[in-house]
């Protein structure tokens, strides 16, 4: 059965903190790895990760993927209050076009 | 780009009625459409895949007679919630799937659906 797991599950820091979530998967044909933000409503993207090794940066935010580990990390610096959500880590398959969503990582950043 | 909506935003209903939840792609044609639900601090569970033209394909689980999935164009997917019951009451979320994009899913804001 397909996996993805994320930790920590949850984080709190303060402002100007870096944080790095984790998200490793098993899943039988890789294609993609998404990361997204989930405030209150529903997520948002944020990064689409399909080759190792290759950051990819939005400001503050960068990630990146070892696909022989099986592992993603999503970096956040200077966090910002603003930044408090449920970071969630979903991996795409070949076989077809559903995602598979990991947990998420409850982030809270206190002023 | 890659705007998603849904409607309606939260629901309110009795025991036993009908619910229907539409789903639009606003600027960009989405083959396929995904409708997951959400409970309380957990991840999204999904539902069904929809393509459009053709049937839902259903996660194991999942009564497709009760939740009717329609995909009638390539902007439109509407999910009905058939004599909802308060176990039925949840955040469903839909999302959409912009072909040029790979796999990259654009979620909708979500219904949150109350069954008293």
């Known amino acids: 059965e397909d996996k993805v797991v994320q930790s920590p599950l949850s984080l709190v820091v303060h402002e100007g903190d870096t944080v790095t979530l984790n998200c490793s998967y098993e899943?039988?044909?890789?294609?993609?790895l998404l990361w997204y933000k989930q405030e209150k409503k529903a997520p948002t993207f944020l990064f689409m990760l399909?080759?190792?090794?290759i950051e990819k940066k939005s400001g503050r935010l960068s990630s990146i993927l070892d696909k022989k580990e099986l592992f993603s990390i999503l970096n956040i610096t200077a966090t910002q209050t603003g930044d408090s959500a449920v970071y969630l880590c979903?991996?795409?398959?070949?076989?077809?076009?559903?995602?598979?969503f990991g947990e998420g990582t409850q982030l809270t950043v206190n002023p | 780009g890659a705007v998603v909506s849904q409607h309606p935003s939260w629901v309110i209903c009795k025991s036993g009625t009908s619910v229907k939840i539409e789903c639009r792609s606003l600027?960009?044609?989405?083959?396929?459409m995904f409708w997951y639900r959400q409970f309380p601090k957990q991840s999204l569970m999904l539902m069904a895949t929809?393509?459009?033209?053709?049937?839902?394909?259903?996660e194991q689980g999942v009564e497709k007679d009760k939740f009717l999935i329609n995909h009638a164009s390539l902007t439109l997917s509407t999910l009905t919630v058939t004599s909802a019951h308060p176990e039925d009451s949840s955040f469903y979320i839909c999302?959409?799937?912009?072909?040029?994009?790979?796999?990259?899913?654009?979620f909708g804001p979500g219904t949150r659906l109350t069954v008293l």
């Open positions: 999302s959409a799937r912009w072909a040029s994009r790979a796999d990259t899913q654009y």
């Open positions: 899943v039988t044909n890789f294609r993609s």
């Open positions: 399909t080759s190792s090794g």
């Open positions: 979903a991996v795409g398959e070949t076989s077809g076009s559903r995602l598979t």
């Open positions: 929809s393509n459009e033209g053709s049937k839902a394909t259903y």
């Open positions: 600027d960009f044609q989405a083959t396929t």
